[in-house]
């Protein structure tokens, strides 16, 4: 059973910090990893997609990917009450079109 | 450019009855996947069409079907509903020519009485 877990939090940051959110995947022949961001009642928004072990920036956001450990995190720098929301991990196979495997979300909640 | 557009947004049936629910993909996307979301279960994959056919489909029965159109619009259609078919039933495009980047539609809220 190929499974992604995430931690359900919730997570509770104030204003300005950096949020850190983190994923493990079972399995090991996953080589796309996505995380969305739902807010309540709304479908999932993609933020970022990574493919490599190492970084991956954009704006304030920050992926990271470690596959030897199976391991994916989404760090937000100068975290905003409008961040507030689930995030979702999910991955995928190598083959094209493969579906995408989700975890159940971690919500974190922006203080101001 | 427009995104994932999907019909009705809400939908209220009783048990026994037929559902149908409808998605356009992103112009230039020809393939569909559909989720479904129920409440504490999170995404769970349904159905992925690509180019009108059915590539490969989740761990659910098969009064869950659907089908893909020549414009790469899709349906979805659950048969015998039942009360657990309660939830929010999302459809992704994806651009079958590039990575497995999936763009999801506002989704159809489905509730089973």
């Known amino acids: ?112 | 450019e427009a995104g994932v557009t999907q019909s009705p947004t809400h939908l209220i049936k009783t048990r026994g009855q037929q559902a149908t629910l409808r998605c356009s993909p992103i112009s230039g996307h020809t393939s569909v996947y559909w989720y479904q979301q129920a409440l504490g279960l999170g995404l769970q994959f349904l159905l992925w069409y690509d180019e009108g056919e059915e590539r490969n489909r989740g761990n659910f029965p098969p009064r869950f079907s659907g089908r893909q159109f020549p414009n790469y619009s899709s349906e979805l259609n659950v048969n015998a509903l039942e009360l657990e078919d309660s939830a929010l039933y999302l459809c992704a495009s994806r651009d079958s020519g590039g990575p497995n980047t999936q763009y999801f539609g506002p989704g159809t809220r489905l509730t089973v009485l």
């Open chain 1, 1 to 112: 059973q190929k499974e992604v877990e995430q931690n359900s939090g919730p997570l509770s940051v104030p204003e300005g910090a950096i949020a850190s959110l983190n994923c493990t995947y079972s399995d090991r022949g996953s080589q796309s990893f996505f995380w969305y961001r739902q807010y309540s009642g709304k479908s999932p928004e993609l933020i970022m997609s990574i493919y490599s072990n190492g970084d991956k920036e954009d704006g304030r956001f920050t992926a990271q990917l470690n596959k030897a450990s199976q391991y994916v995190s989404l760090l937000i720098r100068d975290s905003q009450p409008s961040d507030s929301a689930t995030y979702l991990c999910a991955s995928s196979a190598n083959q094209a079109g493969t579906a995408l495997i989700f975890g159940k979300g971690t919500t974190l909640s922006v203080s101001s």
